[in-house]
């Protein structure tokens, strides 16, 4: 079974930085699309980026365009996710995904999730913005 580690969360003061880094492991087949989710308590999880490994589109959620960047690796197993410019509503656990149905579009799989049937998620990591 496909592992996903993240790794690079934690506190950071607003305006701050941190890039949060995701590879996988134990993988049959590769990814076609990578990607970053959010959530808060008492909120559904939200997408945040998405990456489509085949031809590289990128798909970001409208409160973070401009300052959040999300890239691959050609191994089809990691992602990163540079975040800038940092505000406390970013706060939330960040969750990274993997999709290996090879049709998934990167809008789609943020907006409604990675297919269920292909899909891999990693344990969250906290990200905390605060002063």
């Known amino acids: 079974q496909a592992q996903l580690v993240e790794s690079g969360g934690g506190l950071v003061q607003p305006g701050g930085s941190l890039t949060l880094s995701c590879s996988a492991s134990g993988l049959r087949l590769s990814y076609y699309a990578m990607g970053w989710f959010r959530q808060v308590p008492g909120k559904e999880r939200e997408g945040i980026s998405c990456i489509n490994f085949a031809d590289g589109d990128t798909y970001y959620r409208d409160s973070v365009k401009g300052r959040f960047t999300i890239s691959r690796d050609n191994d089809r197993k990691t992602v990163n996710l540079q975040m800038t410019g940092l505000r406390p509503e970013d706060t939330g656990v960040y969750y990274c995904?993997?999709?290996?149905?090879?049709?998934?579009?990167?809008?789609?799989?943020?907006?409604?999730?990675?297919?269920?049937?292909?899909?891999?998620w990693g344990q969250g990591t906290q990200v905390t913005v605060a002063s």
């Open positions: 995904a993997g999709d290996s149905w090879s049709l998934i579009h990167e809008q789609a799989m943020c907006q409604m999730g990675p297919t269920p049937q292909h899909a891999s």
